[in-house]
């Protein structure tokens, strides 16, 4: 399989559902601005959002696919489809349980969650009502996570990329047609998250059908949890969920803090978070989900120089592509911000506290995207402690720089904090794997990465000294469509003409495509 254009290719699904994704929260900020009904929907949607990283794209996935490959590998078909139907038994259940009690005991899911909203006032009402629609969300995507964990192993990645596109379409249509139907309007919202759960579940059904992997949700539970590789799931899905989803994690506890920093702190955080995810979701999940089934397979067959290959071509391509994302997210956080979020009821103000979060995760983006290359490839070899103690010390570590920077920089200290908790986590992991000799020898490493800071710093220059030419807030609160498509071309125009200077300064020092091509066996 070559790993440079499977990349290249759930990058290019990913990329599609992030500009889908774009279009969604422009919409988002136009029609709702950044106040208290914003934060509401924000609030609400984190809970399930959080239980989906936990029991879906996080703890789950690289608990279950290592053992999925191995089986694979080993059992043969039929037991592999055993093993695949006891464990979305159980996953359904589950997830099913902890949804109804969700709904149930919302209040205290609020107060866990958002303990700076008033209970009794309207956004706590409108927050409560809306976490209530959204939980369901849960189990639709537990089970799509599962799905796209099969396909993934069947070396089917286009199918599972593609379905945030539909979860995003559905989204743009609930705000269109819908929220002007209801009162209030973002419960249109609330809802399109509910069926755009279901279609993104729905989606990915005919190719399990085709490879013979669809799952059989049986109500014999008990059965379900005899099996060896469930409980093997299980055991390894427990401490990973607090490894994979520290960050998570600390944004929960982040929005907790913002909901007593004033109306709009937590949309202002949330907006730059989207944005911060358009790089993060095209390489660190793109790169993350092919690398650990590759990992996992190198690992299961003792393939110990496959396995350095592939964890350095992932590390080197995170670097090359990671660190131009940060550099420009910082030196455009206004341009960005204001570019595509600047309409209707999002103020200039909200512009201004938006890019200030912006700039501040910019600073963390290389760790929140190595974090996901390097604990794949601790989950390929099944070891969930190691993870999980620097889990737990990255996490007192990013409450702890909480102390320290929102007193000095208010929401934007927040996004500080996740991001440089973040790199320290992959820091850690880093060192680790280098004491155990899991990523081979360090040779060419110094040349690769002093080429790498040239070219960063003519991006650096570019990206900021033209960024510094626009007004960028002016075109905005210019009257007509004029000035606001310009702001977009303009904002293309820099974003094209810096990469063209990163790129050609790389090729001027000797990189080249053919470079960062890897073949993985299997």
């Not at 422009?26 to 914003?38: M, Q, S, V």
């Not at 004033?262 to 955080?269: F, L, M, Q």
């Not at 010390?393 to 500080?416: C, E, K, R």
């Not at 850690?428 to 899991?438: D, K, M, P, S, Y």
């Amino acid at each position: 399989m070559n790993l440079l254009k499977t990349l290249a290719s759930v990058s290019g699904m990913t990329l599609l559902s992030r500009i889908a994704g774009l279009v969604r929260e422009t919409l988002t900020a136009r029609i709702f601005g950044a106040g208290a009904t914003t934060d509401a929907f924000f609030i609400a949607f984190r809970i399930p959002n959080l239980l989906r990283r936990l029991f879906a794209e996080g703890a789950f996935s690289q608990a279950f696919i290592p053992l999925l490959a191995q089986s694979k590998n080993t059992n043969g078909q039929d037991a592999t489809k055993a093993l695949v139907d006891h464990v979305a038994t159980v996953l359904f259940w589950v997830v099913s349980m902890i949804t109804i009690l969700g709904i149930v005991f919302v209040n205290a899911v609020l107060a866990f969650m958002a303990s700076g909203l008033m209970a009794g006032s309207e956004p706590y009402n409108q927050a409560a009502l809306m976490t209530q629609i959204m939980f369901p969300y849960i189990v639709f995507m537990a089970l799509s996570a599962l799905f796209a964990g099969v396909l993934n192993t069947w070396k089917n990645f286009n199918t599972p990329a593609f379905t945030p596109v539909l979860l995003n379409l559905v989204l743009i249509s609930s705000m269109i047609w819908l929220s002007p139907h209801m009162n209030p309007p973002i419960l249109g919202l609330a809802i399109g998250v509910f069926v755009g759960g279901f279609v993104q579940l729905a989606w990915q059904i005919p190719a399990l059908r085709k490879i013979g992997m669809l799952p059989k949700i049986s109500f014999n539970l008990a059965a379900a949890f005899r099996d060896a590789g469930v409980r093997r799931v299980l055991k390894q899905m427990v401490p990973a969920t607090l490894a994979v989803s520290v960050a998570q994690i600390s944004l929960i506890i982040n929005t907790n803090i913002a909901t007593h920093l004033g109306a709009g702190a937590v949309s202002w955080i949330t907006y730059a978070d989207r944005l911060m995810e358009f790089p993060t979701a095209m390489l660190g999940v793109a790169l993350g989900t092919i690398l650990l089934p590759s990992l996992s397979r190198a690992h299961s067959t003792s393939d110990e120089v496959e396995y350095k290959t592939i964890l350095n071509w992932g590390l080197r391509l995170t670097l090359l592509l990671a660190l131009p994302s940060a550099v420009g997210l910082g030196c455009l956080s206004v341009a960005l911000t204001s570019s595509l979020f600047h309409y209707g009821h999002f103020s200039a103000n909200d512009v201004m506290k938006t890019s200030q979060a912006l700039s501040m995760y910019a600073i963390g983006l290389v760790g929140l995207i190595a974090v996901k290359i390097l604990a794949a490839a601790y989950y390929a070899k099944q070891d969930i402690k190691t993870p999980v103690k620097i889990a737990i010390v990255v996490l007192a570590a990013t409450q702890g720089m909480n102390l320290i920077f929102v007193p000095i920089f208010g929401h934007a200290g927040l996004s500080l904090s996740i991001g440089l908790g973040a790199c320290l986590n992959a820091a850690i992991l880093c060192f680790l794997l280098a004491r155990r000799g899991a990523l081979g020898g360090a040779a060419g490493w110094l040349p690769f990465f002093t080429k790498l800071c040239l070219a960063l710093l003519v991006l650096a220059l570019v990206a900021y000294g033209l960024g510094r030419q626009v007004d960028w807030l002016g075109l905005g609160q210019a009257v007509g469509f004029a000035p606001k498509i310009e702001r977009l071309a303009t904002l293309f125009g820099i974003i094209i003409v810096s990469a063209g200077a990163y790129f050609a300064v790389l090729f001027g020092l000797g990189f080249r495509l053919r470079d960062f091509k890897l073949v993985a066996k299997g």
